[in-house]
């Protein structure tokens, strides 16, 4: 499986304003995901990050709020923008490779807004 | 879309015992469940995985089974350890280019020493 990262891997931060989460991948994969995890809750998909054009958004999740990057074969990009306490969650990006079903999560980052 | 249920929600066994969780899905076209553990903390794991050709597959104390017509898959865990305690999701999918992986909601399993 491939090596993920994230960072940063958690943040404290103020209502209103936005973080960016990185997510790195130590070789070329074909998906990358994007899920979101509330406190004690399931994995929720935000978005599918497509390589070279706009991300595919699940319903409830728009582009306004999350904007997704994803320049490369090996990293994208999630912000939570104009942050409400409710975003508070964990944010765990995924891969999966060209013929794979199996997705491989990152460590997550942990956000708490105040 | 895909609709995955789960149950338990919690689970508490004796060390030793088995621990089964069940799962039903919606979309009979769905081919592909994998499993997942989340320890506290940490991220979800891929444990182990069925596609819809097979009936049962084993790896040492855990096993998955499927039963395709009733639409419904289990993971079942043998010899329970404390470090087999953690959060559990079950998972469906249509495995053809990529499609939406649907999580169940999650089994909490406490294992007691």
């Known amino acids: 499986s491939a090596v993920i990262s994230q960072k940063p891997s958690r943040d404290i931060c103020q209502r209103g304003t936005s973080l960016t989460i990185q997510c790195q991948v130590d070789s070329q994969v074909t998906m990358m995901f994007w899920y979101r995890q509330q406190p004690g809750q399931s994995l929720t998909l935000i978005a599918t990050?497509?390589?070279?054009?706009?991300?595919?958004?699940e319903s409830g999740f728009v582009i306004d709020k999350f904007p997704i990057s994803r320049p490369n074969l090996t990293f994208s990009t999630l912000t939570v923008s104009n942050m409400s306490p409710e975003d508070s969650s964990i944010y765990l990006c995924?891969?999966?490779?060209?013929?794979?079903?199996?997705?491989?999560f990152g460590p997550g980052t942990r956000l708490l807004v105040l | 879309g895909e609709n995955v249920e789960q149950h338990p929600s919690t689970l508490s066994v004796q060390e030793g015992d088995s621990a089964v969780i069940k799962c039903t899905y919606s979309?009979?076209?769905?081919?592909?469940f994998p499993w997942y553990k989340q320890e506290l903390g940490k991220r979800p794991q891929l444990i182990i995985d069925?596609?819809?050709?097979?009936g049962e597959k084993k790896d040492q104390r855990i096993a998955v089974t499927l039963n395709k017509t009733a639409k419904h898959f289990s993971l079942h865990i043998t010899e329970t350890q404390p470090e087999d305690s953690a959060v559990y999701f079950c998972?469906?999918?249509?495995?053809?280019?990529?499609?939406?992986?649907?999580f169940g909601t999650g089994t909490k399993l406490q294992v007691i020493p």
């Open positions: 990050a497509n390589q070279g054009s706009e991300a595919t958004y």
């Open positions: 995924s891969v999966s490779r060209d013929q794979e079903e199996t997705q491989y």
């Open positions: 069925i596609r819809s050709n097979v």
């Open positions: 998972a469906a999918t249509l495995a053809a280019g990529y499609q939406k992986v649907t």
């Open positions: 979309d009979s076209a769905s081919n592909y």
